[in-house]
């Protein structure tokens, strides 16, 4: 059993690295650079918004999650299984065949035999060497009007770029999952798993190695910093992505469902009156829209493509906030290989998102692996 261990970031990865030794018994001190955990998961309150660093949401199904238990801390609120898509002038509804099974029918948002297919999709596995593009192609207007919209809004960066088989997982999870949001905004996941963690050193900067007296370490920073501080040779493409928050009128729309465009008129990638889905995130009486874009955009440019995605004046909108965040994602590019060991020496594990899968499941699991493997040693 080692002495001490140190853990750099505190964001899912590093706090479910810390949270796993903990558990084993061991002493941890966590390192983390910024003024508060979470990383990426992160919530800010301005004016009585709630935003989140960037439109994101939980999956109350993630193995991880459910692993450590945290549902019942979070007031977690779940969405509504249905997006809608913006055609023309009009927004049709395509959910989840099981709780909507008349939706699948509108052609709007393709063939009954497209959705049927995509069933099959779901079921068979992935070909080594194809992207997710590759094996949805052939999904016609289901794939260009709606999966490919909504595909890019996950994996924020163009389905074509993502490897089929572990994309196929992301997809999967979902298709099956319950997503949502804790009523006090997506840091909660964050903030209540710092709780369980008993030494979390806050504005405290790793920049080398040698400042760090423990015995061994786990580097559980962002991809780009871990490459510096540890020389890694090879590092996946990150995507990057700006989110949009704008007050509109409180009349504008009651839906509190994902609105994605499926023609592909402009810049942005999804919208969600999000105050309307978690009522917290906006003071009573006022409305908040969330908007994700991932190529550079003009707010003017995001403006007109929501005007024609709501088909609503956007007059009255005022912008909140603008989060932009260079590195959002690690992008798993086609015949990208699955997590090898984390141990880099004797002395230092890795673990982060890029380890493992681009999501709030795939941080977690790389620090609990990160972790385990250190125990293991
Ligand atoms: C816009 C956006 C939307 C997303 N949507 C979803 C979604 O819907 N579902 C989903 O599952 N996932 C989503 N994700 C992905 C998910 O948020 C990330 O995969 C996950 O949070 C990454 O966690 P991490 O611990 O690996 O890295 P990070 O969150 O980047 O944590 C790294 C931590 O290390 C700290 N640090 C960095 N350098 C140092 C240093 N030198 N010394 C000390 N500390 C340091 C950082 O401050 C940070 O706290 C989204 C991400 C973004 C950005």
């Not at 990383?39 to 960037?54: A, K, M, N």
Request: charge should be positive; charged fraction near 20%.
């Amino acid at each position: 059993m080692p002495d001490k261990v140190a853990v750099i970031g505190a964001g899912l990865a590093g706090l479910s690295a810390a949270i796993t030794l903990q558990d084993a018994g061991v002493d941890v001190e966590v390192y983390e650079s910024s003024d508060r955990v979470g990383g990426r998961v992160s919530t800010d309150v301005i004016d009585g918004f709630r935003l989140d660093r960037g439109f994101q949401l939980i999956n109350a199904k993630y193995p991880e999650i459910r692993r450590l238990a945290i549902m019942s801390e979070l007031d977690f609120i779940t969405a509504t299984p249905t997006v809608d898509i913006a055609v023309g002038d009009k927004r049709y509804a395509l959910g989840d065949p099981r709780s909507h099974p008349f939706s699948a029918l509108n052609s709007a948002t393709g063939k009954l035999s497209e959705k049927v297919s995509f069933l099959a999709y779901l079921t068979h596995k992935s070909k080594v060497g194809l992207s997710v593009e590759d094996e949805m192609c052939s999904l016609g207007q289901l794939y260009t009007r709606v999966l490919k919209p909504f595909l890019t809004g996950v994996f924020l960066t163009s389905p074509a770029n993502v490897d089929a088989i572990s994309g196929k997982e992301i997809v999967r999870s979902f298709i099956t999952g319950k997503p949502g949001l804790p009523s006090q905004g997506a840091g909660t996941l964050a903030t209540v798993l710092a709780k369980r963690v008993h030494n979390i050193n806050l504005n405290s900067r790793i920049d080398s190695m040698s400042q760090l007296k423990e015995a061994q370490i786990i580097v559980a920073t962002d991809l780009t910093t871990a490459a510096q501080l540890l020389d890694i040779p090879s590092v996946p493409k990150l995507a990057s992505s700006t989110t949009w928050y704008h007050e509109v009128p409180s009349d504008m729309t009651q839906s509190s469902r994902l609105l994605i465009d499926g023609q592909a008129r402009g810049p942005v990638i999804n919208s969600i009156a999000i105050s309307k889905m978690v009522k917290s995130y906006a003071p009573q009486g006022k409305t908040l829209l969330s908007s994700t874009t991932i190529d550079v955009a003009s707010e003017s440019e995001v403006r007109r493509h929501l005007a024609l995605m709501w088909g609503r004046s956007t007059t009255q909108w005022s912008l909140i906030a603008k989060y932009e965040i260079p590195k959002s994602l690690p992008i798993f590019g086609v015949g990208s290989a699955g997590a090898q060991s984390a141990r880099i020496s004797e002395r230092v594990f890795i673990a982060g998102d890029y380890r493992t899968a681009p999501s709030q499941n795939g941080a977690l699991l790389s620090g609990r692996l990160a972790a385990q493997e250190l125990l293991r040693n």
